[in-house]
């Protein structure tokens, strides 16, 4: 769909990016294959993986992040990993932020027009938190604060987790913000039954071993001084889960389960399903084909967009 071809009116279009950590490659490819067939959002929510991509956006540093993805090895990815003994997680979560810094500098929601919200989870509530004011990396780190893993952020004095427990695909943020036409991207669509090895009972939730990578690489990534805690936190017996593994593949459970829900309550216009089931949640080094995957998954709902984009503009007068 060209430019040209679309009507004179449109309808004020939501964009809600899903949670899926490294699947989150895949709103890469979304948001450059909605620009080719000429469909841009107007209003963008983002759950985790999806709030990082949302705010590399909203700033025009989409070819920044989309660089620094394709860039990403597995050994580059464990040199982020700042383990902590005494913390709310096992990462401090201090190099991301560090890089997301460099990215997106001082930047403020208020300094674009655009709406944009970062959803989170508080931690002690259970509410649902919709961040859209003040520092952008603060709202982005808060999002993304996967229980376990990350430490938890402390946002307005209230301590806030990641947004995936409550609102892993936030349709109902850009319904609250005045979208008329809402596309939703969840990223867990398939992954349920998937994500591990032919014939195994185990999820490779990693996507590979990462403790074999740890010894394998500790001279030269960084972490040789690596905590017994992470040692502990990797390490599996013989066909059986580990720590992180358990625990993470829960978390993947109960967020599926929760789109599920919510998806069926709050069901979007359009609907993107990125096929990624083959893809380990820290398998952030598997860029190329997962942006690849993202834009596929615009190209096969091509007629829904267009058909939708037709309805509405057919509908307008009574707008």
């Known amino acids: 769909m060209s430019q040209e ?3 004179n009116w449109r309808p004020r279009i939501g964009l809600a990016l899903g949670s899926g950590v490294a699947r989150g490659w895949a709103h890469i490819g979304v948001l450059r294959a909605l620009k080719r067939f000429g469909i841009k959002p107007d209003i963008i929510s983002g759950t985790s993986i999806g709030a990082v991509v949302g705010a590399s956006y909203l700033t025009g540093k989409l070819d920044t992040l989309e660089d620094w ?5 597995k050994l580059r990815m464990l040199s982020y990993m700042d383990f902590k003994v005494s913390s709310g997680g096992l990462m401090g979560g201090r190099h991301l932020v560090n890089i997301m810094q460099n990215h997106l500098g001082d930047a403020k929601f208020e300094d674009y027009e655009m709406p944009f919200v970062a959803v989170a989870t508080d931690l002690v509530t259970g509410h649902e938190v919709w961040l859209r004011e003040g520092n952008l990396v603060d709202a982005v780190r808060a999002s993304f604060s996967l229980p376990g893993v990350f430490q938890p952020m402390l946002v307005n004095d209230r301590w806030v987790i990641d947004g995936a427990l409550v609102n892993p695909v936030p349709v109902s943020v850009c319904q609250a913000m005045g979208a008329q036409m809402i596309i939703a991207v969840n990223l867990n669509a398939d992954i349920i039954g998937k994500a591990r090895a032919p014939g195994g009972k185990i999820a490779t939730v990693a996507g590979f071993d990462l403790l074999d990578e740890i010894k394998e690489n ?8 690596l905590s017994a805690l992470a040692r502990r936190t990797f390490r599996r017996e013989a066909n059986q889960p580990s720590l992180f593994g358990v625990m993470i593949s829960s978390l993947n459970i109960v967020q599926d389960r929760i789109a599920r829900s919510r998806l069926a309550g709050e069901p979007p216009d359009v609907q993107i399903t990125p096929r ?27 007629p829904d967009l267009r058909d ?4 509405f503009a057919t509908g307008s007068g009574g707008i």
């Open 276 to 302: 990624l089931g083959q893809i380990g949640l820290f398998e952030f080094h598997r860029a190329e084909e997962i942006i690849a995957e993202g834009e596929a998954a615009v190209e096969r709902v091509l």
């Open 308 to 311: 939708a984009l037709s309805v």
């Open 5 to 7: 071809s679309e009507p």
């Open 218 to 225: 500790a001279p030269t990534s960084g972490v040789s001084m």
């Open 69 to 73: 993805a394709r860039s990403m090895t």
